[in-house]
């Protein structure tokens, strides 16, 4: 289903021949090669297991299917009999490789088993603070789905203790990647209790490729609504969850933070009772708030949320401003050069203006950026939520192509015979040959093909004032320095300049 994970799985029959196997058991398979001992078990606390191999030609392990946990000596062996031994530290939880020998075209499957998984109740806390690979049993809520839900049935539960991603499911049937989620009749608000063992993904804590041990269904449901069809507008304005109640009333809880601008307007009774919200004007940008729907039977309790987005004014900010807002979901309009470009078919660049940089992941739809042209050193306006990677800000959740300016890498003397015109940008890369103010960064540009005055060498897009104003000494450059600067061509009494000179990159002249 998913390469990223190696998961064991044991199951009655393989634990049986596990305990049947000896030191002198010996399982021959194939003429060209054989094995002592095809399942090879090694203890938990760590440990070794030998096995003899006979062949009859030169044999050699396969790579691919050794994990780093487990040593070989030796991984490759000539005709006749050779002691090969298995090695592995100690393990938290049980654990198994699948190995294969090649000799002669022909190949020998060994099986590696360390231990057996022995399953730990815990909290969702408890998982997140415990070691990877072992394996735990979990109860907790659905809460949302995620990505590719219906047929693997990734989602996310919580237990009141902290929250956790479900990779992979078994269905009815055992069977993983087979819409389990239709399988189980599951829905959001139901009660789970699931057995996997964890893995930590991006930071991302799972339980991977679980098998359903319990389900209890929400006493409550939410009815036909789409947080994004009903989103509130900027203006102010009411919308409505439509929910389905098998318990005794319904209770909402708004988080504190959203307090300020969402309030609740209506509820009806019943066992399909409405909840209306109401959101006056936004003079800020795009906000929602996860609000919880509870009720109870007495002995049993559920709870459901909901997101209730409103549409906000796009706030446009420089990259310092950025990097420094929260994370939420206010839409940021950022101007600035694309000063790298980390893959150009996921539209991932790096976003440059005169206050700093900042990565754009996953600009527009798949191919977008290549579609449109861009590359390095186009001057582009992008908006979108402020995001992390690994604690590393970054624009994220498709942050959206605006505009953009195109910018030509071209030489001096070319650039000498374009016309005058602001809205057009070059690219030029030289020797910085004189320096005539180093306060606003006035200077000349030489390459092997002529000489051209820069008027005013600037930090980045977007710097007014005093942010233009000594960068050169603050960026360490000087005189016989290599210089890459944007800007358009202008002539003033009858001198030929580069203006609005935007710094790019510059490097000593040794290097």
Same mark, same amino acid.
């Not at 998982?127 to 990734?154: D, F, H, L, M, Q």
């Not at 057995?195 to 339980?207: C, D, F």
């Not at 005093?466 to 000087?478: C, H, P, S, V, Y």
């Given at each position: ?99 294969? !020998? ?7 499957? !060994? ?37 590719? &839900? ?39 608000? /139901? ?49 409505? #969850? ?7 009333? #319904?209770?909402?809880? !708004? ?30 940008? /795009? ?27 796009? #706030? ?72 992390? &990677? ?21 030489? #001096? ?11 057009? &940008? ?5 020797? !910085? ?32 004032? /005093? ?20 800007? &358009? ?23």
């Amino acid at each position: 289903m998913k390469l990223r994970y190696f998961i064991p799985a044991f199951i009655a029959l393989v634990g049986a021949m596990m305990v049947s196997c000896s030191d002198e058991d010996t399982v021959t398979l194939l003429d060209e090669i054989q094995v002592s001992r095809s399942y090879v078990p090694i203890n938990l606390e760590g440990g070794e297991a030998t096995i003899d191999v006979n062949a009859k030609a030169d044999w050699s392990f396969e790579e691919a299917g050794i994990p780093e946990w487990l040593t070989i000596t030796p991984m490759e062996g000539k005709a006749g009999e050779t002691k090969v031994k298995f090695s592995a530290p100690a393990a938290n939880n049980g654990r198994n490789a699948d190995l294969k !020998i090649n000799c002669a075209g022909r190949t020998q499957n !060994i099986k590696i088993i360390q231990g057996l998984p022995v399953v730990q109740d815990a909290t969702c806390a408890e998982v997140i603070a415990g070691p990877e690979s072992k394996t735990y049993r979990v109860t907790g809520a659905i809460t949302r789905w995620a990505n590719n &839900y219906e047929k693997y049935g990734n989602m996310w539960i919580s237990d009141g203790t902290g929250e956790i991603q479900i990779y992979g499911m078994a269905d009815k049937n055992g069977k993983l990647a087979n819409n389990p989620v239709a399988s189980w009749g599951l829905e959001i608000g /139901d009660v789970i209790t699931v057995e996997g063992p964890k893995s930590v993904y991006n930071g991302i804590t799972e339980l991977v490729d679980v098998k359903v041990v319990k389900i209890v269904k929400s006493l409550l449901k939410i009815e036909g609504y789409d947080p994004e069809d009903a989103t509130i507008p900027l203006e102010g304005g009411d919308v409505t #969850v439509n929910l389905s109640c098998k318990g005794n009333g #319904v209770s909402v809880e !708004i988080p504190e933070s959203a307090k300020n601008w969402l309030a609740i307007t209506n509820i009806t009774a019943g066992s399909n009772p409405t909840v209306t919200f109401h959101a006056n004007a936004n003079a800020g940008g /795009d906000r929602s708030a996860e609000v919880t729907f509870k009720t109870s039977n007495g002995s049993q309790e559920s709870a459901v949320t909901a997101t209730i987005n409103q549409k906000g004014s796009i #706030v446009a900010c420089t990259v310092a401003e950025f990097l420094a807002a929260d994370e939420d979901a206010t839409q940021y309009r950022l101007t600035g050069v694309i000063q790298k470009v980390t893959k150009a078919s996921s539209g991932d660049f790096v976003l440059r203006d005169w206050s700093g940089e900042v990565a754009i992941y996953h600009m527009g739809a798949q191919g977008e950026f290549e579609s449109l042209g861009l590359k390095e050193g186009d001057i582009i306006t992008v908006v979108g939520q402020r995001g992390s &990677y690994n604690g590393t800000p970054q624009m994220s959740k498709g942050g959206q192509y605006e505009t953009h300016i195109p910018v030509t890498d071209i030489t #001096v003397a070319e650039f000498l015979t374009k016309p005058d015109d602001e809205s057009v &940008y070059y690219r030029l890369s030289g020797q !910085i040959t004189d320096i005539d103010n180093p306060t606003y960064g006035n200077l000349t540009l030489t390459d092997d093909t002529g000489s051209v005055y820069v008027y005013g060498c600037y930090p980045g897009w977007g710097a007014t004032g /005093d942010n233009r104003k000594n960068w050169l000494e603050t960026a360490g450059i000087e005189l016989e320095d290599n210089l890459k600067i944007i800007g &358009y061509k202008k002539t003033f009494n009858g001198k030929i300049e580069l203006c609005g000179g935007i710094y790019f990159s510059h490097s000593k002249p040794e290097e």
